[in-house]
């Protein structure tokens, strides 16, 4: 009879022990390159989304830099106007006109945005407008620019006048 007991305790031992072990490791969940490659797959796509969302965000600057830029123009053009019979040039006298900036009942032509610095534009820098080296001409800079965006918003304004891109800073001279 004991020897019957540890026929049974073997074959109880082998049925439940080696077999299970050996079906454990059969049955194991995912391997290290099947999770490896899921990784993978998952930076791509993160990396893919991200660069998509920094070129809309960059995007959405530049545009909202233009706009600023045009009331800029707008407003030097304006003032030219109202001064078209001033000795010296239709812009002589615009750098001191917007350096104080806006002030209501006096300023009036400036964008009420426009403070001693200039207009705030989306990249954290200020835009300004002064009177160029010749009084027929004033001068628009926009500061604080990413390369990018200095690059994309001269492009777009170099029929306008000449222009030059260096440091984050544009600088455009118009009539």
């Not at 965006?149 to 455009?172: D, E």
């Amino acid at each position: 009879m004991e020897v019957m007991a540890e026929t049974e305790v073997s074959a109880s031992i082998g049925e439940t022990g080696l077999s299970n072990v050996a079906k454990k490791t059969n049955d194991a969940g995912f391997t290290m390159i099947e999770l490896s490659v899921v990784l993978l797959v998952i930076g791509i796509l993160v990396a893919a989304a991200l660069l998509g969302y920094n070129s809309f965000v960059n995007g959405g600057k530049i545009a909202a830099t233009k706009t600023e830029i045009e009331k800029l123009i707008e407003t030097a053009h304006n003032y030219a106007q109202a001064n078209a019979g001033q000795v010296g040039g239709t812009y002589n006298g615009l750098t001191a006109y917007a350096a104080g900036g806006y002030v209501a009942g006096s300023t009036t032509m400036l964008p009420s945005s426009y403070t001693t610095q200039g207009v705030l534009n989306p990249y954290g820098g200020y835009g300004t407008i002064a009177t160029g080296t010749n009084t027929n001409q004033f001068t628009l800079s926009e500061t604080g620019l990413s390369t990018d965006g200095c690059t994309a918003i001269l492009n777009a304004y170099s029929s306008h006048g000449t222009g030059t891109c260096a440091g984050g800073t544009l600088t455009l001279t118009m009539n």
